[in-house]
Nanobody
């Protein structure tokens, strides 16, 4: 059973920073691609960033240069450092683990950016 628990969300002023963390309770973490997705009210869930087992990263155009995804395989953690936050970054942020054609989701953490 894979469990993903996000933390670090909250309320921040525009231009501020937050760091999200996702703790995974699974032995397959190190071989998995980890990702962050977000869903704003009334919108579909969208990709924010992913990081492969080898550390290769991919970002949505809207967050490039502002967000950084990283992982610590020893601690089974994945992070999303969010800088220069904008009101349009407001959403519920979800952690995702993908491996062997399966994927798992966390419960989400709310990020609210006040303009």
């Amino acid at each position: 059973q894979v469990q993903l628990v996000e933390s670090g969300g909250g309320l921040v002023q525009a231009g501020g920073s937050l760091r999200l963390s996702c703790a995974a309770s699974t032995t397959i973490f190190s071989i998995s691609t980890m990702g962050w997705y977000r869903q704003a009210p009334g919108k579909q869930r969208e990709l924010v960033a992913t990081i492969t087992r080898d550390g290769n990263t991919k970002y949505a155009d809207s967050v490039k240069g502002r967000f950084t995804i990283s992982r610590d395989n020893a601690k089974k953690l994945v992070y999303l450092q969010m800088n220069s936050l904008k009101a349009e970054d407001t959403a519920v942020y979800y952690c995702n683990l993908a491996v062997m054609a399966r994927e798992y989701w966390g419960q989400g953490t709310q990020v609210t950016v006040a303009s």
